[in-house]
């Protein structure tokens, strides 16, 4: 199985900071990558896939990028609404993986 | 407007058996990859099983054999038989679509399971 390492697993942050999770695939999975957001109780919400493609609706100042065993996801400006917890997955190959997730809090 | 909603969860002993069900409108379940994903309570997420849209299916080692991914196209509705159910399958159980099999952009609400005695 393809284990998928984020880092850091939490962090703190203010509104208007820039901030960067980094996710790492134990071997390569190409561009196969796709990170989620997740808010307390609720469902997660696709936000990029592919490693850098920007789902329908979600804001431009989420970006991602990466391929082979290396990808990040850049929040630009922090914004309230953005405080939940950040998840990446591998789509290369079953069975499907996910990170153990980033809690992004407020600091 | 595409709508997931999952019904079936509850609490259930160890070793018994639940179905859960997706019903799905605003699209349709048997041209779609569709796919369970599951949460342990304070835990991350973790794929459960897919479905292809021509019918091949996959699981994760952890419920492979014990739990049956199927859908009913006339009812437009996903399944996730669950059997031998264990104390480690408490979770909050997902239904998403999944295009392609890569990624999961549309979810439901999710429905809890809990196996104890």
């Known amino acids: 199985d393809i284990q998928m390492t984020q880092s850091p697993s939490s962090v703190s942050a203010s509104v208007g900071d820039r901030v960067t999770i980094t996710c790492r695939a134990s071997?390569?999975?190409?561009?196969?990558l796709a990170w989620y957001q997740q808010k307390p109780g609720k469902a997660p919400n696709l936000l990029i896939y592919?490693?850098?493609s920007l789902y329908s609706g979600v804001p431009s100042r989420f970006s991602g990028s990466g391929s082979g065993t290396d990808f990040t996801l850049t929040i630009s400006s922090l914004q309230p609404e953005d405080f939940a917890t950040y998840y990446c997955?591998?789509?290369?190959?079953?069975?499907?993986?996910f990170g153990q997730g980033t809690k992004l809090e407020i600091k | 407007e595409v709508q997931l909603v999952e019904t079936g969860g509850g609490l259930i002993q160890p070793g018994g058996s639940l179905r859960l069900s997706c019903a799905a409108s605003?699209?349709?379940?048997?041209?779609?990859?569709m796919t369970w994903v599951r949460q342990a309570p304070g835990k991350g997420l973790e794929w459960v099983s897919i479905?292809?849209?021509?019918?091949?299916?996959y699981y994760s080692d952890s419920v492979k054999g014990r739990f049956t991914i199927s859908r009913d196209n006339s009812k437009n509705t996903l399944y996730l038989q669950m059997d031998s159910l264990r104390a480690e399958d408490t979770a909050v159980y997902y239904c998403?679509?999944?295009?392609?099999?890569?990624?999961?952009?549309?979810w439901g609400q999710g429905t809890l399971v809990t196996v104890s005695s």
């Open positions: 998403a679509s999944a295009p392609n099999a890569y990624f999961f952009d549309y």
């Open positions: 605003g699209f349709t379940v048997s041209s779609n990859y």
């Open positions: 479905i292809y849209s021509g019918g091949s299916t």
């Open positions: 071997q390569g999975i190409s561009s196969t």
């Open positions: 592919t490693a850098s």
């Open positions: 997955q591998q789509a290369n190959s079953f069975p499907r993986t």
